[in-house]
């Protein structure tokens, strides 16, 4: 299955999708539900939370009726305690611009590796009015692995910093929402 044959759907409004979002989230973190940072209860109040901020969009993958994945956001404002819990402060610049944040992607194991987390993250950033997106990843995620992915789609390290005193420390990173185009100059 590629990313082709998945149908992708906005979603707005939390009680629409609350029940498949949590049902993802559980089988993807299914090894980590007994830690309480990782547990459903805590996840559903930060969906929640997330879900009550401003610009709050889900997409959500297809196979037919299944889903396979999702990924959300929220815009974030200049003022937000996002800005304000990083490690190392970001310019005044970098703050000041329109933002989204990419607060949770999750995609069900068995249809990793084949374009489609990328393409879920594509799609929803493609109608957004912002113009930088910004991530926290845990950099052990994968063996590192999530993180260099993320700097594969152009991401770079701009700080970190820990949401939950009971979670891990996060790496931020910040990426224009509109890539350049990749040079066809193969440098020879």
Do not use: C
């Amino acid at each position: 299955m590629t990313a082709e044959n998945i149908e992708f759907r906005r979603a707005t409004d939390i009680d629409e999708v609350l029940s498949l979002l949590i049902d993802i989230y559980a089988t993807v973190r299914a090894d980590l539900l007994h830690d309480p940072h990782y547990s459903v209860e805590r996840y559903s109040e930060r969906l929640a939370r997330h879900a009550a901020e401003p610009g709050w969009e889900a997409i959500i993958g297809f196979d037919g009726d299944q889903a396979v994945g999702y990924a959300y956001a929220n815009t974030v404002q200049p003022h937000d305690r996002w800005w304000r819990r990083m490690s190392a402060p970001l310019p005044q610049s970098v703050m000041e611009r329109p933002t989204i944040a990419l607060k949770e992607g999750m995609l069900l194991p068995r249809w990793r590796g084949r374009g489609l987390a990328r393409a879920g993250h594509d799609e929803l950033l493609a109608t957004r009015p912002e113009e930088q997106v910004m991530l926290m990843v845990n950099p052990q995620a994968g063996g590192g692995k999530v993180k260099a992915l993320y700097e594969g789609w152009g991401y770079r390290e701009v700080s970190s910093q820990q949401p939950s005193m009971d979670g891990p420390v996060l790496t931020a990173m910040l990426r224009a929402i509109r890539q350049p185009a990749a040079s066809a100059d193969t440098g020879h």
